[in-house]
């Protein structure tokens, strides 16, 4: 019996040797890239970034810095510290002339496109620098003109004066899949050439009005920004643009600006030094299931209007609030955030089609885009409210003065009426043309001047109470002024 078991064993354990390389063959094992080849290839086309800014340093009379007052008044009176005002007192420190001085400003991280010393990075990297020195891997410093740069996507495009110089080729970020391998090179906390591997976690991922980010969980950290974001070919497929992080440091997630979106920003860049965008004059709102089904679309799809600004080209072209704008010139927009990139992209004087779902139906409609930038610039320039709602001030709100009868009819004493709404923070809590504002903070508002005076007084780091009157109600909408 015994031996028979043994023999029982041994034709089962055999028929498992016999089926694992079937298996095998069809399944084949995956195996962990080895990344050195490639490092070896890409790593002299990225580059160090490190900038200045001109500071003045002013030394204050008799002080010791990092003392408290009643401890320095000590060394003053006995250690012969010079004291201000007291005559005869050892002679007193005097303050720095007030001339400006380079003084480091931050590290960064950028990659070359061209082999005449084009380079891409983000815009957080140069924004506000003096100067900007680009250091190569063989050690060589240059100093780089910046050529243009968009805060809204964070790209930007600096020219170091050098040629035959190793570039790295580009991907195709629209066929990159999650899951995949990728890689990244920068200089985490000023470290040049480090080298992080990881996967793809997720595509077109939200977190910006025109920016599909790629998530991945390659290790990124201050000094990495600008890197490249490569593929196991070695292409780039983005710019290590974020991270999301409670710390300050990398914690399993990074964000990557997709490489074909880069680009087509760096080529406006480049030519003309600034990114032109179109705008059709729409605030959006969340579509949520229920107001979709609400609205007889059955899934949430589109992009819901809060609010249309009278006089600009959505109203032109028949788009009314409520409406939900489900494709613009012929492409479908599956969520809100979709639509100011297709406009964005869109150039400015096309006339394009745009499809509506209203009161059950699909409309189809013509709305001509207008530049965003030139519009914002004619209303800045205007004394008189804009009419088109774009506005210079904090809140991104145009004003009028409020009517005698509208006082009457909302009962209150004063305030003043909203307009029009840029691209502010009270457009974004959903206030609309028609609102009244009644008060900032704690200062009731009694007519346009008080109104910009005050909101030009706002501490942009600190939210401030709005209070809102509309129709027989009072809203209370929390704003940090931009």
């Known amino acids: 019996m015994k031996k028979f078991l043994i023999a029982l064993m041994a034709i089962f354990s055999f028929g498992q ?16 890239p080895d990344f050195a080849d490639l490092v070896e290839r890409a790593s002299p086309a990225v580059v160090n970034i490190r900038t200045t800014e001109k500071v003045v340093v002013q030394q204050a009379q008799g002080g010791i810095p990092g003392m408290p007052e009643d401890q320095a008044e000590f060394f003053r009176r006995f250690f012969g510290v010079p004291i201000p005002g007291i005559p005869n007192s050892p002679k007193q420190a005097q303050p720095n002339s007030g001339k400006p001085q380079e003084a480091d400003r ?3 991280s950028g990659f070359i496109i061209e082999s005449n010393g084009l380079i891409l990075t983000n815009a957080h990297v140069v924004e506000g620098a003096t100067t900007i020195y680009v250091t190569l891997t063989d050690k060589r410093e240059f100093k780089a003109k910046l050529l243009g740069m968009d805060k809204r996507t964070d790209v930007a495009v600096v020219k170091i004066d050098a040629r035959d110089l190793p570039k790295l080729p580009l991907g195709d970020s629209s066929r990159v899949r999650v899951g995949e391998w990728v890689l990244a090179i920068g ?10 591997a990881g996967i793809v976690s997720a595509k077109s991922r939200d977190t910006g009005d025109y920016l599909p980010f790629i998530q991945t969980d390659v290790a990124v950290n201050p000094g990495n920004s600008g890197g490249p974001l490569l593929n196991t070919a070695g292409q780039v497929i983005g710019i290590n643009s974020q991270i999301f992080s409670r710390s300050g440091g990398y914690m ?16 406006q860049l480049r030519t003309n030094g600034k990114m032109t965008r179109g ?3 729409v605030a959006l709102g969340e579509m949520t299931k229920d107001v979709a089904e609400s609205l007889g679309l059955g899934k949430p799809r589109g992009a819901y209007v809060r609010n249309v600004e009278p006089g600009g080209p959505a109203a032109t072209g028949g788009i009314e609030s409520g409406d939900v704008i489900l494709s613009f010139n012929g492409r479908d927009i599956a969520k809100s955030t979709d639509l100011p990139r297709v406009v964005g992209e869109t150039k400015p004087g096309t006339s394009v089609p745009v499809q509506v779902w209203r009161k059950g139906g699909a409309r189809d409609l013509t709305v001509t885009v207008t530049d965003a930038e030139s519009t914002q610039t004619a209303s800045k320039k205007s004394d008189a409210p804009a009419a088109n709602g774009n506005s210079a001030n904090a809140l991104g709100v145009a004003v009028s003065e409020l009517s005698d009868s509208k006082k009457k009819d909302l009962n209150i004493k004063g305030g003043v009426e909203v307009t029009g709404l840029g691209d502010g923070p009270l457009a974004r809590a959903g206030i609309r043309p028609g609102d009244v ?3 900032v903070a704690d200062a009731d508002i009694t007519g346009v001047k008080q109104f910009e005076a005050l909101v030009k007084g706002l501490d942009a780091n600190k939210a401030v109470p709005v209070f809102i009157r509309r129709a027989d109600s009072t809203l209370v909408v929390p704003v940090k002024p931009k």
């Not at 016999?18 to 995956?30: D, E, G, H, K, L």
């Not at 906390?189 to 480090?194: A, D, H, Q, S, V």
């Open 17 to 32: 040797v016999a089926f694992i390389p079937s298996a095998s063959a069809q399944n084949p094992r995956v195996t962990i």
């Open 187 to 196: 200089s985490p906390f000023g470290l040049e050439n480090t080298v992080t």
């Open 437 to 439: 504002i009644i008060r």
């Open 252 to 267: 399993g997630i990074s964000f990557a600006i997709p490489i074909d979106e880069a680009m087509r920003v760096a080529d």
């Open 279 to 281: 705008r059709i004059g």
């Open 106 to 108: 931050g590290v960064g």
